[in-house]
């Protein structure tokens, strides 16, 4: 069964640092290009950041760019967001998400939870 | 990148259909044959609906169909039910690998 179950939510100060993790199963996940979205409460899915495969490419999206830094360890299967420079505009539930398809993900996690707040 | 644009909500009728737009721009929906589509229940992770505008992946139902003229995609559902009443989501690629989701509609199945 295809997997993906994410971890390192919580609670943090404005400014300060999370480590979101994605353990994945059930899949070759060094095939596939890896999505971040993220959803604040009650509020629209945002996409976040992409990497390829083999870890050689990278995007993001302009609000958090310089901020954040998506990599993975496919030897270990997990997928990672490290988030820097927190704002309270950053709360949300975090998925990481398969790209199963062109230009589109067809797996999700079922997220963590990121509260920024002091 | 801005949001793409699609109506706040929805509905209709069991057995009826409903279709929502999700308008962009050239740069995004108009420019590319990558709008996907994606559906949330409440408290649920998204389930993808359609991908490259018009294509169901495996056990999605044929009820539910995507098109794309200029710069703005639409979802049909079609032969309405009862768990069909949820979130939908509209995703575009903007190119240089980035993506935009729409802004939400929610259907309610009246």
């Known amino acids: 069964e295809v997997q993906l179950v994410e971890s390192g939510g919580g609670l943090v100060q404005p400014g300060g640092s999370l480590r979101l993790s994605c353990a994945v199963s059930?899949?070759?996940?060094?095939?596939?290009?890896m999505d971040w979205v993220r959803q604040a409460p009650g509020k629209g899915l945002v996409w976040v950041s992409q990497?390829?495969?083999?870890?050689?490419?990278?995007s993001y999206a302009d609000s958090v760019k310089g901020r954040f830094t998506i990599s993975r360890d496919n030897a270990k299967k997990t997928l990672h967001l490290q988030m820097n420079s927190l704002r309270a505009e950053d709360t949300a539930v975090y998925y990481c998400?398969?790209?199963?398809?062109?230009?589109?993900?067809?797996?999700w996690g079922q997220g963590t939870t990121v509260t920024v707040s002091s | 990148q801005s949001a793409l644009t699609q109506p706040p909500s929805a509905s209709g009728s069991p057995g009826q259909s409903v279709t929502i737009s999700c308008t962009g721009t050239?740069?995004?929906?108009?420019?590319?044959?990558?709008v996907s589509w994606y559906q949330q229940h409440p408290g649920k992770a998204p389930k993808l609906m359609i991908y490259?505008?018009?294509k169901r992946p495996s056990g999605v139902p044929d009820r539910f169909s995507g098109s794309k003229s200029g710069n703005t995609a639409s979802l049909t559902v079609s032969g309405l039910q009862a768990e069909d009443e949820a979130d939908y989501y509209c995703?575009?690629?903007?190119?240089?690998?980035?993506?935009?989701f729409g802004t939400g509609t929610k259907v309610t199945v009246l």
């Open positions: 990497i390829s495969g083999d870890g050689s490419s990278t």
């Open positions: 995703s575009s690629y903007t190119g240089s690998n980035n993506y935009v």
């Open positions: 490259e505008v018009s």
């Open positions: 050239s740069s995004d929906v108009g420019g590319y044959n990558s």
């Open positions: 059930g899949f070759d996940f060094s095939s596939y290009w």
């Open positions: 998400a398969r790209g199963g398809f062109p230009f589109a993900v067809d797996v």
